[in-house]
Every structure is written in C-alpha cells, then in structure tokens.
C-alpha cells in the first residue's frame, strides 16, 4: 500500500519562503516520477513541480525559477522549495507518484497515487 504524506504547509508572508516535505512509503520509491500540484476550492488540481528517478525537474511556468523540488531516495522524501511565494500560491498542495512510467509529468492524470495535501496560505 503506497502512502504518502505531506507537511510543512502553514501561513507565510508574500515573498517569504516555505518547504513541503512528503514522505513515501509502501513500495520502491526511487524508481518513479513524484509530482507536487496545488488546489484551490473550485479549480482544478494544477500541476506545479515534477522529478524523475533521473533527477530530470519540471516546473509549471508560473513557479520556474522560485520554486525547486527535489528528493532524498534514503528517506523516501521529496521536498518542495517555495521562495519568493505570491499571494496566488495559497492552495492545497499534494504530493503525487505513480505506478508505472508514463511520458508526461504534468497530467493530475498521470498520477495514481496521491497524499492528503498540506494547506498553504499566503497573507499580504
């Protein structure tokens, strides 16, 4: 059984800086892509932050450049750095893996498994 679980989500000021951490567990974790999206009541699940077993990243436009993640195949842990956070950042952050390999990243769909979600605020 494939757990995730997400943490680190809480308020922060525009322009600081927060870490989501998931922690994984249940199967080999190194071996496949995790992905980070976010959700706000009403929209879709967007796609924010993905990283392959290669290490390879991926970011949403909107993130490039201040948000990075990465993982830890020791711990089973992937991490999302948020810096220089906007007020639209405030969501329902998920971590997400999958079963198999799949060419895209970005997909809700492309995803099988996912955590509970940490709740970000961003305060003016």
């Known amino acids: 059984q494939v757990q995730l679980v997400e943490s680190g989500g809480g308020l922060v000021q525009a322009g600081g800086s927060l870490r989501l951490s998931c922690a994984a567990s249940g199967r080999t974790f190194s071996t496949h892509t995790m992905g980070w999206f976010r959700q706000t009541p009403g929209e879709e699940r967007e796609f924010v932050a993905a990283?392959?077993?290669?290490?390879?990243?991926y970011y949403a436009d909107s993130v490039k450049g201040r948000f990075t993640i990465s993982r830890d195949n020791v711990k089973n842990m992937v991490y999302l750095e948020m810096n220089s956070v906007k007020l639209e950042a405030t969501a329902v952050y998920y971590c997400a893996t999958r079963s198999r390999a799949r060419a895209g990243v970005s997909g809700p769909d492309e995803y099988d498994y996912w955590g509970q979600g940490t709740q970000v605020t961003v305060s003016s």
């Open positions: 990283i392959r077993s290669s290490d390879r990243t």
